[in-house]
């Protein structure tokens, strides 16, 4: 079992200064709107993914008015198949500051004595820190990573947030970006190959920018990128392909389950890749990419069509639908998690009971209460609700209050 054992954060968005300790089961973040919610939940993300959910500018999560941020936890991973126990409840502050000593010394105290031994726990710090105007550093117990990539997948995380339904209203790029996330994590060398693809559309970019500006065409030059570029559009494709078809009825599944199975509901992968000869049309294309002054073809151009009934889902989709459409989405992502890295990802469920439905609500918190999830954070304006929800189905929480 995987779960985030503590976490320190120095400015750190609306934190000048904070720690907290955490349940291995359930925590709830609770307090009023504005309080910084949201932004704990986020640093646990970046914390596992190197980057905010929130933004894409990482100098955007600096406090306002300071030279850097830092972010610090500790994850523990449970070596041995014995059962995991709740830790007391405990009472955060996000005001209050304590020493790391005192609070090693309180998570080790309230364990059980029915815990696995401290020899069967793997702990790992993880640091990262981001002065203004410079790169950010990633460091694995106080080791720097040479290559950030290299973090990715190791404290995996999966995210339900209001916002969510962006995957069904918004454009291709955000489906794009959901289901490379699924990959990243599960599969380091997907994660490589997208990046050195980026970097060589990026400069193959430049390169048609310079032709066009000049009136002129190299073609060899332009060759010298176009074949590394193709070489990994195929390669990437046929992972994208092959890995919708394993996520696929994971999520059909899924889905049903939410929507008590009333329609059925489909992903289609729709890639210019697929085509029968893509190395010679994307050669062939070569003057159309100096004119336009960009690649104008390749798996960056990518979409999934999310369809309900056989029909577009952003036209015909209810709110209810899309809604059950974006959380079997979520939940088939963590149960490929699971089952590839053989632990629970760390769930984050940010502002749910205020923007899902009751019946949506009660299948999350039957999968807390049945051990489908592990370690699992919550947020919520209203701290007697998430009491009372969660008491209800037998769940103790660690409550956490944001002031």
Same mark, same amino acid.
């Given at each position: 079992?995987?779960?985030?054992e503590?976490?320190?954060?120095?400015?750190?968005?609306?934190?000048?200064?904070?720690?907290f300790?955490f349940s291995?089961?359930?925590?709830?973040? &609770?307090?009023?709107?504005?309080?910084?919610?949201?932004?704990?939940?986020?640093?646990?993300?970046?914390?596992?993914?190197?980057?905010?959910?929130l933004?894409?500018?990482?100098?955007? %999560?600096?406090?306002?008015?300071?030279?850097?941020?830092?972010?610090?936890?500790?994850?523990?991973?449970?070596?041995?198949?014995?059962?995991?126990?709740? $830790?007391?409840?405990?009472?955060?502050?996000?005001?209050?500051?304590?020493? =790391?000593?005192?609070?090693?010394?309180?998570?080790? %105290?309230?364990?059980?004595?029915?815990?696995?031994?401290?020899?069967?726990?793997?702990?790992?710090?993880?640091?990262?820190? $981001?002065?203004?105007?410079?790169?950010?550093? &990633?460091?694995?117990? /106080?080791?720097?990573?040479?290559?950030?990539?290299?973090?990715?997948?190791k404290?995996?995380?999966?995210?339900?947030a209001?916002?969510?339904?962006? !995957?069904?209203r918004?454009?291709?790029?955000?489906?794009?970006?959901?289901?490379?996330?699924?990959?990243?994590?599960?599969?380091?060398?997907?994660?490589?190959?997208?990046?050195?693809?980026?970097?060589?559309?990026?400069?193959?970019?430049?390169?048609?920018?310079?032709?066009?500006?000049? /009136?002129?065409?190299?073609?060899?030059?332009?060759?010298?990128?176009?074949?590394?570029? &193709?070489?990994?559009?195929?390669r990437?494709? =046929?992972? /994208?392909?092959?890995?919708?078809?394993?996520?696929?009825?994971?999520?059909? =599944?899924?889905?049903?389950? $939410?929507?008590? %199975?009333?329609?059925?509901?489909?992903?289609r992968?729709?890639?210019? &890749?697929? +085509?029968?000869?893509?190395?010679?049309?994307?050669?062939?294309?070569?003057?159309?990419?100096?004119?336009?002054?960009? +690649?104008?073809?390749?798996?960056?151009?990518?979409?999934?069509?999310?369809?309900?009934?056989?029909?577009?889902?952003?036209?015909?989709?209810?709110?209810?639908?899309?809604?059950?459409?974006?959380?079997?989405?979520?939940?088939?992502?963590?149960?490929?998690?699971?089952?590839?890295?053989?632990?629970q990802?760390?769930?984050?469920?940010?502002?749910?009971?205020?923007?899902?439905?009751d019946?949506?609500?009660?299948?999350?918190?039957?999968?807390?209460?049945?051990?489908?999830?592990?370690?699992?954070?919550?947020?919520?304006?209203?701290?007697?609700?998430?009491?009372?929800? !969660? =008491?209800?189905?037998?769940?103790?929480?660690?409550?956490?209050? +944001?002031?």
């Amino acid at each position: 079992m995987l779960f985030l054992e503590r976490l320190h954060l120095t400015h750190y968005k609306s934190y000048e200064s904070g720690a907290f300790l955490f349940s291995e089961r359930v925590n709830a973040i &609770v307090g009023e709107n504005g309080s910084g919610k949201t932004n704990l939940l986020d640093a646990i993300y970046f914390l596992s993914l190197t980057k905010s959910a929130l933004t894409s500018q990482d100098a955007s %999560s600096i406090q306002h008015g300071a030279d850097f941020m830092l972010i610090d936890g500790v994850f523990s991973r449970y070596e041995a198949q014995e059962p995991a126990v709740n $830790l007391a409840k405990i009472t955060n502050d996000s005001e209050e500051t304590h020493s =790391e000593e005192a609070i090693s010394e309180e998570i080790h %105290s309230d364990r059980s004595e029915d815990s696995p031994t401290h020899s069967s726990v793997r702990t790992s710090q993880i640091t990262i820190s $981001l002065p203004r105007g410079q790169r950010k550093v &990633v460091m694995n117990d /106080r080791k720097a990573y040479e290559r950030l990539a290299d973090h990715i997948g190791k404290f995996p995380v999966v995210l339900i947030a209001p916002d969510d339904t962006d !995957l069904v209203r918004e454009g291709s790029e955000e489906r794009r970006k959901f289901f490379d996330g699924v990959l990243s994590q599960q599969r380091p060398d997907y994660l490589s190959d997208l990046l050195q693809y980026n970097r060589i559309l990026d400069q193959r970019n430049t390169l048609l920018k310079q032709f066009h500006e000049r /009136r002129y065409t190299d073609e060899d030059l332009l060759e010298a990128y176009s074949q590394p570029l &193709v070489d990994l559009a195929l390669r990437l494709h =046929e992972t /994208r392909k092959s890995f919708l078809q394993e996520f696929l009825p994971v999520f059909q =599944e899924h889905y049903a389950q $939410l929507s008590e %199975s009333r329609e059925t509901v489909e992903i289609r992968y729709e890639s210019e &890749v697929e +085509t029968e000869d893509f190395r010679k049309q994307f050669w062939l294309n070569r003057h159309r990419d100096v004119a336009a002054q960009r +690649t104008t073809l390749g798996i960056h151009r990518d979409d999934y069509a999310f369809e309900i009934d056989s029909y577009p889902l952003k036209k015909f989709g209810s709110q209810g639908q899309q809604k059950s459409f974006v959380v079997a989405l979520k939940l088939a992502q963590f149960h490929l998690l699971t089952q590839e890295k053989g632990h629970q990802p760390i769930l984050l469920l940010d502002d749910i009971f205020d923007k899902l439905d009751d019946r949506r609500i009660a299948k999350l918190i039957q999968m807390m209460q049945d051990g489908t999830f592990g370690q699992v954070f919550l947020t919520d304006a209203r701290p007697e609700r998430t009491q009372s929800l !969660l =008491e209800a189905s037998g769940i103790t929480a660690n409550m956490i209050r +944001t002031t």
